[in-house]
């Protein structure tokens, strides 16, 4: 299920669900340690009449613009009730914050009971937790070891909840939303092991009439913590809380807006997605590839980590942004990951420590590093693109050795002299051990960067040597991935009894010879290479999008079409046809695949990795960052092209 709305601050990130109640609560890092058990629900009763908004209720759910401030609402049309709901996490404190705006639609006065169910399971399951009233703050609190969270409210002019309940959710007990349904609840004022709790605002709202009221969840390593925060939002006042934030992310946003010219739809989608970005972003550097918990019903596991691949292209997204602190703080994290070897494995754990791999170490009776060399090549390749923007010598001073030159000769060691390839290594996709279009695109890239990076900083042996390792390689890829035969770069070849086997299999990861310079786009057997990607690739349904490549598994809908859409993807095609384009008439091709992008986001602005072929619902996670950050750069791109040609 699609996490429609995510905010946060890069400490506490809350995520909604479809149905826009939070489904995920990540504390103290973005993506690790995901404290939401389920759904915290939301409901209203009135006139003896009970119901969660996820039944029955219309939902709209949406951003203020340019602002990561929801703008949701909630119609019951049955009760005759419409809810506004804006909701921030405070870009300073630990502390989600909602403002409700309820109108009774009714022709009468009525009560109206709001209730906030929260099923915690601090940090990620539910043994030993607690839940319990505390009247020395007139809050509820759920804790665990050192993990606090504080709930309160503000209603009728008075802070606190009108009534409460804490209660067991394990075995034959559902938990205190089911207390809620008759309108009253218990006051139960504790429960530990699998516990939850509900909190409840009565309001009387006079025919036609609105009221409004505050909801906040603290956060914090102790009730010290917590209790201080509580007290902030009472002492600065709830409204000025939501107004600071919000106007802190629309300035944020404001910095590098898209220009009129573009679309309303993909203007406003760029918008979107520059503050969604920093969602799954930790301030402690790590760029999260996404953060949606069912992902754990598929493999056991989440996209919570921190991919170095994906990473660096969000870092680039956001250095043309003009955001330059997120690729910072990722760059100075890439400074401490790297292996001495210079090299970097597979994903990392948002608070920077290995994470779970599917690779192996022994592969076929030898050893063989766990890497995707791709990863690597663009750590550096990012890294080159910052410095030519900003040209910040005392920031890159400290990471020129370990991460430049380190990565950079790591590359130019791990070749095969005969073909003067990269050696094996995992593929971007994760699949497949072998060498690949993309990953030699990639490496391509990475060592020009290291060579402008050595020629600035004086080494001028190294930068031509790493210049050569460059040039080498982009006549090996014209040698070895291209099939003249086929009139089209392979994907991969896999090194078989001394002799190179190519993998036929049309793959929207060739792009990568052009994204990173390594094969011009305007290149006649790229441009023979990305009419096959087409044709092989694009969903010729309602829907259409480009797939990751013929008989793609992966979340597999139908074998009617080559695979899923994938905005990834996609948007590659808008940047070749960007980089191809001639004329204004050729460039409007990108600019129409991006539109289509921007055609089948989530209402709110949010991408997913992948849309169903038929439905065009989300697939897989959502949102995916590396799809807002090839949809920043591929905004970019066009903008500048356009400027280009126009002269």
């Known amino acids: 299920m699609a996490r429609d709305i995510p905010v946060g601050n890069g400490s506490l990130l809350v995520a909604f669900d479809k149905n826009a109640q939070i489904r995920d609560v990540y504390f103290p890092y973005v993506g ?128 606190g909840m009108h009534a409460f309940a804490c209660g067991k959710k394990e075995g034959s007990l559902q938990g205190t939303w089911k207390d809620a349904e008759d309108g009253v609840l218990s006051g139960s004022a504790i429960a530990q092991g699998g516990v939850d709790s509900t909190a409840a605002v009565h309001l009387h709202i006079e025919a036609g009439k609105a009221q409004e009221c505050w909801y906040w969840i ?86 919570s980590y921190l991919w170095p691949r994906d990473a660096a292209v969000t870092a680039y997204a956001m250095d043309l942004a003009s955001h330059p602190q997120v690729s910072r703080n990722f760059f100075r994290l890439c400074g401490r990951l790297v292996e001495h070897e210079g090299y970097f494995m597979h994903k990392y754990t948002p608070a920077g420590l290995p994470a779970s791999s599917w690779h192996p170490w022994l592969q076929n009776g030898k050893i063989q590093l766990p890497i995707q060399e791709d990863a690597t090549a663009l750590v550096l390749w990012a890294l080159g693109r910052h410095f030519k923007k900003y040209k910040d010598v005392e920031f890159i001073k400290p990471l020129y050795r370990p991460v430049i030159k380190g990565a950079a000769d790591f590359m130019m060691n791990y070749r095969d002299p005969q073909t003067r390839l990269p050696l094996p290594s995992w593929d971007l996709w994760e699949e497949r051990l072998g060498i690949h279009a993309y990953t030699c695109g990639a490496i391509f890239g990475g060592l020009s960067a290291a060579a402008d990076f050595t020629e600035a900083f004086g080494d001028t042996d190294l930068a031509a040597a790493y210049r050569r390792g460059a040039n080498d390689l982009r006549e090996a890829i014209g040698q070895h991935l291209y099939d003249a035969e086929r009139k089209r770069f392979v994907r991969s070849v896999y090194l078989k009894g001394g002799q190179l086997e190519i993998d036929p299999t049309v793959d929207a990861s060739v792009q990568g010879l052009f994204l990173f310079g390594a094969v011009e786009a305007a290149d006649e057997r790229m441009k023979e290479t990305m009419r096959s990607v087409y044709d092989a690739l694009w969903c010729k349904t309602g829907v259409g999008g480009l797939a990751r490549y013929e008989n793609d598994y992966y979340y597999r809908i139908s074998r009617r079409v080559p695979g899923n859409p994938w905005f990834v993807t996609t948007l590659w095609l808008a940047q070749f046809y960007v980089a191809s384009a001639q004329t204004p008439e050729e460039l409007a091709r990108g600019l129409a695949i991006i539109e289509w992008v921007a055609e089948h986001a989530l209402p709110s602005g949010v991408l997913a990795e992948q849309v169903h072929p038929f439905t065009d619902e989300p697939l897989s996670v959502s949102p995916l960052t590396w799809s807002h950050a090839e949809l920043i750069i591929s905004v970019n791109k066009y903008i500048r092209k356009a400027q280009e040609l126009n002269g």
């Open 32 to 159: 690790q340690e995901n404290h939401a058990g389920g759904p915290f629900r939301f409901g209203a009763w009135c006139e003896g009449a009970f119901e969660w908004t996820d039944a029955g209720w219309e939902i709209q759910r949406d951003y203020l613009h340019c602002s990561m401030t929801t703008a949701l609402v909630f119609t019951s049309k049955a009760m005759g009730i419409r809810i506004r709901s804006n909701d921030v996490v405070d870009f300073n404190e630990n502390v989600f914050l909602r403002k409700l705006n309820i109108e009774n639609l009714a022709d009468r006065a009525r009560e109206i009971r709001l209730f906030f169910n929260h099923d915690f399971q601090i940090a990620g399951n539910n043994i030993g937790d607690t839940a319990v009233y505390r009247p020395d703050v007139d809050a509820l609190v759920h804790y665990k070891n050192d993990r606090y969270f504080l709930i309160n409210c503000f209603a009728n002019e008075k802070f």
């Open 218 to 303: 603290c956060a914090g390593t102790d009730f010290d913590e917590v209790k201080k925060i509580n007290g902030l939002v009472i002492k600065k006042k709830p409204p000025e809380i939501l107004k600071r934030t919000f106007n802190y992310w629309k300035l944020w946003g404001s910095i590098h807006a898209a220009p009129d010219s573009l679309p309303e739809k993909v203007r406003q989608l760029y918008e979107k997605s520059v503050v969604i970005v920093p969602t799954q972003v930790d301030d402690g550097g790590a760029i999260i590839a996404a953060n949606d918990s069912d992902a754990m019903r598929f493999n056991r596991d989440t996209y």
